[in-house]
Each structure stands twice: as structure tokens, then as C-alpha cells.
């Protein structure tokens, strides 16, 4: 390995540069969910203007029309999700990003020629495309990461995410009408060049036999020469990954990343492997069906806690609670919690550990349900306290919670399931975002605002205790370490 001075990051040392350049890929990466960020901020800056009648558009919205307006995107999101492990798998990390990229550009452009209602609806729709390629994100930024860096770096995803939601909130409130269709449609295109500076994903490369590109990108990212020892272990422990062996030599118990499973398996080559599905893979593998189960037990869980019921909730209780605040001045504070607890969360991640802080978080989170359903239903408190408790959950929610699923779908997995897994994972928050959703208002109506929040925290409780008594530790090791943890039978489903 290359000498020089190095960031010491967990157990593996990071040099400086690495943690730059890799870094900055992920945020560009990344910069797909804040383009996910821009399309779905937009509709609570001018929702009010399209119903009205000085709406810019043809015609005021209907209400049909408005409910449609808000949903519309998580439903192309929902059908685009499937595609998107297809995609990593047949055009590479790379170019699946900017395939992803493209919906985005169209709807923006659509949008900012266009005063039709419908074409600004297909449009929303034709956007949900292009988040629900979101995954991509996660799959590419992990195989770009050293290990030691990888949750800080995958958090990223969610950090840009609520960038992309802030951003769009601030320029919604002071740019006009025409000037932040711009912005989103410059920035759209602008994501797509900028992926065309950075290296194709070296585990993509290596599946398709490609090593020498392979032994490029990885000399890139980790910033050293292409023949070093570094970038020849690098493909050694990828090569090991992709052996179509690993689920019996894990099942054996044996760690194929020792020195002496090095010298039984350093001459593989990738180009042997089965012909193999990514289905009949899982199929067979009881690791990678294990980690599926955890993956989307705490995807599901996640979003059941009613993150995005209090997001939908919020505007409603801060008015009784700031009524002297102008609403879109509380969803600008709002994204500005979300953003700083998820920067937090990208320090603390690799540092405690993916397990301690879904643990903690959610603890925290059942607390703060439980003292928001007890405020809105005995009132036993002043009105400032609920804006407390909304901010106070806010930041703690995504201080661990919001992010640690994604950090999970995006490293537990093997490379041959990688791509399948993770859209697997995404298709349950579309789904499970939906039936959250859908269930509110039955909810409320049935038992009350304050017996539902004592459900979320029910939740949240549930939540934790999976995540102490089920979930493995899988800070700063590589996806074959991991897979041995869900064959234990400590951590068995």
C-alpha cells in the first residue's frame, strides 16, 4: 500500500484524498434523491396558487386533480422501482443513474412550457420515475466506499435528500414561478454531466470481466497508483464476493477473506461464474434471504413509526402552535432539522454503529409519538411545546432512523443480489409510504389524532427492540462478514 499521511476511519485508513474524491462522488451520486427532494417540495409552494383562480396554469385544479398532484409521483416511483435492479445490472451504477436522471429533465422542461393541468400531472408522474431509480444511489456509493467510510458516505442519500427538499423550499419562497422550474430543470440536466466525471462502480466492472477498468476505478477512488498492492487486494476481495462458491463457503462458517482463503480462491475469475440469476441466487442463498427479511422488517417498520404523517400533519399544528409564523418559514426550519440531525447521523454512523443508533433513535422517537398523542389529546401543555415536539422528533427520527435502512439495503448484500434486493427494499417504502398514508385518516377518525400517535409510538417501541434483539452489527465490514452474521442463530428471523 502507498505510504503518506492517512485518516485513520474506523479500522481501515482512509488517505485524505481518498476521503475527498470520494466523498464528492457521493454527493454527486446522491444528487438523484435531491432532484427527488425538488419534485416532491414543489407541490406545498404551489398547490394553493394551482387551486386558486390566479393560477398560472389554463384552469384553477380540481380536487381530484389536486389529490393527484401530491400522489402522482410515488406511484411512478412504485412502477419505476422494479426496473431500477434490472438496470444496475444490465447498464452498470453509472449509466443507470443517469437514465434515472433523464425523467427529471423531461418533466422540468414539460412543466416550464407547458399550462396544461394534465400535462403538469403526467409530469409529476413522469418524475416518480426517476425517484424511484433512488436506489441506484445507495448500490453505487457503497461499492465506490471503503468500508470504513461506507454508512457515513451512503448516508448521503438521505442528507441530499432533505438538501434538494430545503433548497426547493427557499427558492419557492422568493424566485417566481417561472425562475424555480428553471432551477429545477438546470439542475436536472447538470446531475447528469456531472456523473460523466466520475468511474463506473469496479464491482459492475469485475461482474462483467472487465478487470483492468476495474483496477482504474479503484485506483481512482482510493486515490493511488493502478498497480499498487491496494488496488490488487481490492479486486482480490471483490473477485471473492462475486465467486459463485461464497454462499457454501459461508454456510460452512469459514471468513473468505482470511489470508488462507486468499491463496485457495486468488486465482478465480470472474468470467467462471454460473450463469445465474440474481433470483435463483436468493433463492438459494439463506444469508442473502436472511438480510432481505431484516432489510425490509426495518425498511417497514421505519416508515410505520409516522414520519410522514407528522411531515403531513405539521402544518395544521404549527399553525395553532406559531401562528404568527408564516408557514412556508416552519417547513424551512423543518427541512433545516431534518438536514442537520441527517449531517449528525453521517459523523455518528460509522462511529457507533448501524445497530446502536436505530436502537437509541427509535427509542427517542416512541417517546416524542407518545408525548405528541398525550399533548393533542389532554392539551396538557402550551401550544409551543407541540411545535417542540415535532422539531424535537424531527431531528431525532432523522438522526438514525430515517437513514440506517438505507445504509443496511445498501451493504448487506451480496454483488450478485445487490441490485435485485435493494429495489426489493425500495418497492416496501413506496408501498409501505402508501399504506401509511392511506390508514391516517381511517386511523384518526376511528380512535382520535392522540390514540394514533400512542400507535406510532407503539411502533417505534417494536422498533427498537427488533433492532437490539435481531439485527446484526454490520459497521465497517464487507458484505461477506455481513452475511455470515445472518446465518447465526442469535440473529435468526
Keep these: 500500500m502507498e505510504s503518506g499521511a492517512k485518516v485513520i476511519m474506523g479500522t481501515e485508513k482512509v488517505k485524505p484524498s481518498a476521503f475527498l474524491v470520494q466523498g464528492l462522488a457521493a454527493f454527486i451520486i446522491a444528487s438523484l434523491t435531491s432532484l427527488t427532494g425538488f419534485i416532491f417540495a414543489w407541490p406545498s409552494f404551489t398547490m394553493e396558487m394551482f387551486k386558486s383562480n390566479s393560477t398560472v396554469l389554463s384552469a384553477p385544479m380540481s380536487t381530484t386533480q389536486v389529490s393527484l398532484f401530491g400522489s402522482l409521483t410515488n406511484i411512478g416511483g412504485l412502477i419505476a422501482t422494479p426496473f431500477c435492479g434490472y438496470a444496475v445490472d444490465k447498464f452498470g451504477r453509472k449509466y443507470s443513474a443517469m437514465i434515472f436522471g433523464v425523467p427529471f429533465v423531461i418533466a422540468w422542461g414539460l412543466i416550464s412550457i407547458t399550462k396544461s393541468v394534465n400535462l403538469v400531472l403526467f409530469s409529476m408522474w413522469l418524475a416518480?420515475?426517476?425517484?424511484?431509480?433512488?436506489?441506484?444511489?445507495?448500490?453505487?456509493?457503497?461499492?465506490?466506499?471503503?468500508?470504513?467510510?461506507?454508512?457515513?458516505?451512503?448516508?448521503?442519500?438521505?442528507?441530499?435528500?432533505?438538501?434538494?427538499?430545503?433548497?426547493?423550499?427557499?427558492?419557492?419562497?422568493?424566485?417566481?414561478?417561472?425562475?424555480?422550474?428553471?432551477?429545477?430543470?438546470?439542475?436536472?440536466?447538470?446531475?447528469?454531466?456531472?456523473?460523466?466525471?466520475?468511474?463506473?462502480?469496479?464491482?459492475?466492472?469485475?461482474?462483467?470481466?472487465?478487470?483492468?477498468?476495474?483496477?482504474?476505478?479503484?485506483?481512482?477512488?482510493?486515490?493511488?497508483?493502478?498497480?499498487?498492492?491496494?488496488?490488487?487486494?481490492?479486486?482480490?476481495?471483490?473477485?471473492?464476493?462475486?465467486?459463485?462458491?461464497?454462499?457454501?463457503?459461508?454456510?460452512?462458517?469459514?471468513?473468505?477473506?482470511?489470508?488462507?482463503?486468499?491463496?485457495?480462491?486468488?486465482?478465480?475469475?470472474?468470467?467462471?461464474?454460473?450463469?445465474?440469476?440474481?433470483?435463483?441466487?436468493?433463492?438459494?442463498?439463506?444469508?442473502?434471504?436472511r438480510a432481505l427479511i431484516a432489510a425490509l422488517i426495518v425498511m417497514s417498520v421505519t416508515i410505520l413509526m409516522g414520519s410522514v404523517v407528522m411531515q403531513i400533519y405539521a402544518e395544521s399544528l404549527f399553525k395553532q402552535a406559531i401562528p404568527t409564523m408564516h408557514p412556508n418559514?416552519?417547513?424551512?426550519?423543518?427541512?433545516?432539522?431534518?438536514?442537520?440531525?441527517?449531517?449528525?447521523?453521517?459523523?455518528?454512523?460509522?462511529?457507533?454503529?448501524r445497530k446502536a443508533l436505530m436502537t437509541t433513535t427509535s427509542i427517542i422517537s416512541g417517546i416524542f409519538t407518545f408525548l405528541l398523542g398525550s399533548q393533542l389529546q389532554k392539551r396538557w401543555a402550551p401550544h409551543w411545546f407541540t411545535a417542540f415536539i415535532i422539531y424535537g422528533y424531527s431531528f431525532v427520527y432523522n438522526l438514525g432512523v430515517a437513514v440506517v435502512p438505507f445504509v443496511l439495503t445498501a451493504e448487506v448484500f451480496l454483488p450478485e443480489v445487490r441490485g435485485l434486493c435493494n429495489s426489493m427494499s425500495m418497492a416496501c417504502m413506496w408501498i409501505m409510504n402508501f399504506i401509511i398514508i392511506f390508514i391516517y385518516n381511517p386511523l384518526v377518525i376511528a380512535f382520535g389524532p392522540g390514540c394514533t400517535f400512542y400507535i406510532f409510538s407503539v411502533v417505534c417501541f417494536s422498533g427498537a427492540a427488533y433492532s437490539y434483539f435481531c439485527l446484526p452489527e454490520t459497521k465497517g465490514l464487507p458484505a461477506d462478514k455481513i452475511q455470515l452474521l445472518f446465518l447465526k442463530k442469535k440473529y435468526m428471523i
Design 329 to 353: 418559514t416552519c417547513s424551512i426550519l423543518l427541512a433545516v432539522d431534518y438536514l442537520l440531525a441527517s449531517a449528525v447521523c453521517a459523523c455518528m454512523v460509522d462511529k457507533y454503529g
Design 128 to 289: 416518480g420515475f426517476g425517484a424511484g431509480g433512488q436506489g441506484v444511489s445507495s448500490v453505487y456509493i457503497s461499492e465506490i466506499s471503503q468500508d470504513s467510510i461506507r454508512g457515513a458516505l451512503t448516508s448521503f442519500c438521505v442528507s441530499v435528500f432533505l438538501l434538494g427538499l430545503l433548497f426547493s423550499y427557499i427558492i419557492g419562497g422568493h424566485l417566481s414561478y417561472d425562475h424555480v422550474l428553471y432551477v429545477h430543470f438546470v439542475y436536472s440536466a447538470l446531475y447528469i454531466l456531472m456523473l460523466m466525471m466520475l468511474k463506473e462502480s469496479p464491482v459492475y466492472l469485475l461482474k462483467r470481466g472487465r478487470e483492468k477498468e476495474a483496477a482504474e476505478s479503484i485506483a481512482f477512488y482510493h486515490r493511488v497508483n493502478v498497480n499498487s498492492i491496494e488496488v490488487q487486494n481490492e479486486i482480490t476481495k471483490i473477485k471473492l464476493q462475486l465467486d459463485p462458491r461464497i454462499d457454501k463457503i459461508l454456510q460452512g462458517g469459514k471468513d473468505v477473506l482470511s489470508l488462507t482463503a486468499m491463496e485457495e480462491h486468488k486465482d478465480i475469475i470472474v468470467q467462471e461464474r454460473k450463469s445465474e440469476s440474481p433470483w435463483q441466487f436468493l433463492r438459494r442463498s439463506e444469508s442473502s434471504k
